[in-house]
């Protein structure tokens, strides 16, 4: 059983980042541009969920701590 899933600075920190930036840049632009960097942004998250899945961690549950985490950091 895992003992410790918290969350902590590291591999995949500057994806999330890039990912949260460019979720929050497409909502401000009309069209099928937003939706290609919408899809790039969410392309961004697989470096940190394989990290967690080599890891043996649950991603989604780690994906939405890193996700709420990100959201606090202002820009």
Do not use: W
Not at 37 to 66: H, M, S, V, W
């Amino acid at each position: 059983s895992l003992q410790n899933d918290s969350v902590v600075a590291g591999g995949g920190a500057i994806e999330m980042e890039l990912s949260k930036y460019l979720r929050d840049y497409s909502r401000t632009i009309p069209g099928k541009q937003q939706l290609l960097i919408g899809a790039y942004a969410k392309a961004l998250e697989i470096i940190p969920r394989q990290l967690c899945d080599n890891a043996g961690f649950d991603a989604t549950n780690i994906l939405n701590k890193l996700r709420a985490k990100h959201a606090q950091v202002g820009p």
